[in-house]
């Protein structure tokens, strides 16, 4: 690949509370489901026995539990960043994409390192080899369609993006 065909893109964006949701969620959403159908199987069975009132099995109760600590967890990740760990920039090339902070950490992740690559509305999502994952904000570039051909071109049918809008 050329690199004439294909320039450095680069960008760059604040990592947010919500950045940190989506990227939770979409490192494991068959997880978030099969805890959704357990907890509605759960709740329907403990509402259909109205024998015993007095249990501690508590449906209402243990999922809000879960919800807390939920959402306790993501916050703990996020509030533990410095601003500076929050300052996040991008440079994507024909070999590889680059991931640094302003703390001067980084990472180089190159194509033949990503198994899939799926678009969602806000961001592509890197599942990385052999496990791990990378949020990619698109927020953060000004050339989104560049980012999706370049995408495209290296990863090929693992590209898993969106019509174009």
Same mark, same amino acid.
Do not use: H
């Given at each position: 690949m050329?690199?004439?065909?294909?320039?450095?893109?680069?960008?760059?964006?604040?990592v947010?509370?919500?950045d940190?949701?989506?990227?939770?969620?979409?490192s494991?959403?068959?997880?978030?489901?099969?805890?959704?159908?357990c907890f509605?199987?759960?709740?329907?069975?403990?509402a259909?026995d109205?024998?015993?009132?007095?249990?501690?099995?508590n449906?209402?109760?243990?999922? $809000? @539990?879960l919800? %807390?600590l939920?959402?306790?967890?993501?916050g703990?990740s996020?509030? +533990?960043l410095?601003?500076e *760990?929050?300052?996040?920039?991008?440079r994507?090339?024909?070999?590889?994409?680059?991931?640094s902070?302003?703390?001067g950490?980084?990472?180089a992740?190159?194509?033949?390192?990503?198994?899939?690559?799926?678009?969602?509305?806000?961001?592509?999502l890197l599942r990385l080899?052999?496990s $791990? @994952?990378?949020? %990619?904000?698109?927020?953060a570039?000004?050339?989104?369609?560049?980012? +999706?051909?370049l995408?495209? *071109?290296?990863?090929g049918?693992?590209?898993k993006?969106?019509?174009?809008?």
């Amino acid at each position: 690949m050329s690199d004439e065909k294909w320039p450095t893109i680069t960008g760059k964006t604040t990592v947010t509370l919500f950045d940190q949701v989506k990227a939770f969620y979409w490192s494991a959403p068959w997880l978030w489901w099969a805890l959704a159908v357990c907890f509605f199987v759960v709740a329907l069975s403990s509402a259909s026995d109205g024998t015993d009132g007095d249990t501690a099995f508590n449906a209402p109760l243990i999922g $809000g @539990l879960l919800v %807390l600590l939920w959402t306790t967890i993501i916050g703990f990740s996020y509030f +533990r960043l410095s601003r500076e *760990q929050k300052q996040v920039r991008y440079r994507v090339t024909a070999e590889r994409i680059e991931i640094s902070d302003g703390t001067g950490a980084a990472v180089a992740i190159p194509w033949t390192g990503i198994k899939r690559c799926v678009e969602t509305r806000s961001a592509l999502l890197l599942r990385l080899r052999p496990s $791990g @994952l990378r949020w %990619l904000p698109k927020r953060a570039f000004a050339d989104v369609m560049g980012l +999706r051909g370049l995408t495209a *071109q290296c990863l090929g049918s693992k590209a898993k993006l969106r019509r174009s809008e």
